[in-house]
């Protein structure tokens, strides 16, 4: 049997009535799970992203310019690394090299935020990472 | 050169963007990695709890304040904390409250 693999985004689409003249990516996470982005409003989506964040993601060194088009390459490619509290990390390749970028994302796959993550913070959630785990005792 | 401090709440990070002359460490840090006091350091927890309990886990799409009294009732409040963050790390630091420079608040 073939299995059409829009299929589930398609009944996501219906199920969430999502309007796709808003949708600016929509991708299938490692995990299966469907995650979009919406144009949005000030408070979710992309427009939310780039008012909060545009001048964070110039410090790392993306122009708000070429935000949008950075966060389209995150959510069609963005590999996801690790959790930073409920946030999920993911390592974006963009422009010859790597990106690392949190994204707040609603249970139903609405992305609602996203943020550049600096080495401090990776450095800080390696160690977390990699921190030996206190032996229980019976 | 003072270093860049910018009070900004989103979800469920932490509320200050720190522009560090290092850049390895630039990043977004929390009240209590900057050299606050105590009263000012559990405000802007505070605030940002303010804007996390907003959070629409089911839909995401509706999260975000509801009424505009509250936006300005939030925004207020960070403003004001931006001006005690200014008045705290003194002139060693740049405090903006969102995209917006502060002055340090007088103290009365």
């Known amino acids: 049997m073939r299995v059409d693999p829009d299929q589930d985004w398609i009944e ?12 600016v990516a929509w ?3 490692a995990d299966g799970s469907l995650v979009w982005l919406e144009r949005g409003n000030q408070d979710a989506g992309l427009r939310h992203i780039i008012s909060r964040h545009e001048r964070d993601f110039a410090e790392f060194g993306i122009p708000a310019g070429e935000l949008s088009e950075f966060l389209i390459e995150m959510v069609r490619n963005g590999e996801p690394v690790m959790m930073q509290g ?4 993911y390592r974006v390749f963009y422009r010859g090299q790597d ?29 977390k990472q990699n921190a030996p785990t206190r032996p229980t005792t019976s | 050169m003072p270093q860049l401090v910018r009070l900004q709440a989103d979800y469920f990070i932490e509320p200050i963007f720190l522009g560090a002359e290092d850049f390895d460490d630039t990043d977004y840090v929390n009240a209590s990695d900057l050299p606050l006091s105590p009263g000012l350091t559990e405000a802007i927890d505070a605030w940002q709890q303010a804007l996390d309990i907003t959070f629409d886990h089911q839909f995401g799409r509706n999260s975000g304040f509801k009424t505009d009294e509250e936006r300005v009732a939030f925004h207020t409040r960070g403003l004001d904390l931006a001006r005690r963050l200014q008045s705290e790390l003194g002139s060693e630091y740049e405090v903006y409250y969102e995209r917006e420079p502060v002055f340090a608040q007088a103290s009365s």
Do not use: S, Y
């Open chain 1, 99 to 127: 990106w690392h970028v949190a994204v707040t994302v609603g249970d139903n796959g609405f992305i609602v935020g996203a943020n550049p993550v600096g080495q401090r913070k990776l450095r800080q959630l390696l160690r």
């Open chain 1, 27 to 29: 991708t299938r996470m």
């Open chain 1, 86 to 89: 409920t946030r999920q990390v």
């Open chain 1, 12 to 23: 996501l689409v219906e199920r969430e009535r999502i309007n796709l003249a808003d949708v």
